[in-house]
């Protein structure tokens, strides 16, 4: 050990002089690096309970299954759990599993109330996007004909309008553009 010309103990680490000063201010870094970190993430998780209490199930069954084994098996399950699992498929589990819009819509008018529902219940970015990607889909698909439904159409409408992402707010927007408008436009 040595004194630095400020004062503070120095140590030699690999033939380099690291002062006590440092160090702290390593340690300190390090800290509030993994505090922002998880506190981040509990936040992210602890702002959407239902997203966190959908996923714990899913994850180590539904998305722990092969990829064609998810698609095959995703209309055997409830709308609501079709819901639960796409929900937390393109929000919690990385990467996103965008694939599942397609047989998500081909339940058609079986989905369309409760998606319906859902969209006029939640003021989350990313859930607004997801449910008007699906009705997006069902239009492609020809399941359900949602630019003639001017309820769920104004609906979507008011729900873009309110998002507070400009740029998820400018994808989604160009997803209800597609739907209404009945160009072909890929933006997911």
Not at 32 to 41: C, E
Request: with cysteine; proline share 3%.
């Amino acid at each position: 050990m040595r004194r630095s010309s400020g004062g503070e103990k120095t140590s030699t680490h690999n033939g380099g002089f690291l002062s006590t000063r440092s160090l702290c201010a390593n340690l300190i870094l390090v800290l509030m690096v993994t505090f922002l970190y998880v506190g981040v993430n509990c936040n992210l998780i602890a702002g959407q309970p239902r997203i966190s209490e959908q996923c714990n199930g899913w994850i180590d069954t539904f998305f722990g299954l092969p990829l064609k084994e998810q698609i095959d098996r995703f209309d055997r399950y409830s709308i609501e759990d079709q819901y639960s699992i796409y929900i937390c498929g393109n929000q919690v589990v990385h990467p996103p599993t965008i694939y599942l819009d397609e047989p998500f819509a081909k339940e058609g008018i079986i989905a369309v109330d409760f998606l319906r529902t859902e969209l006029s219940r939640t003021q989350d970015d990313l859930t607004i996007r997801d449910i008007i990607c699906v009705f997006r889909e069902m239009s492609r698909q020809k399941t359900y004909d949602v630019r003639k439904d001017k309820d769920l159409v104004r609906s979507m409408t008011e729900s873009v309008a309110k998002m507070k992402n400009e740029d998820w707010k400018r994808v989604t927007r160009e997803m209800l553009e597609e739907i209404t408008e009945g160009r072909k436009k890929r933006t997911r």
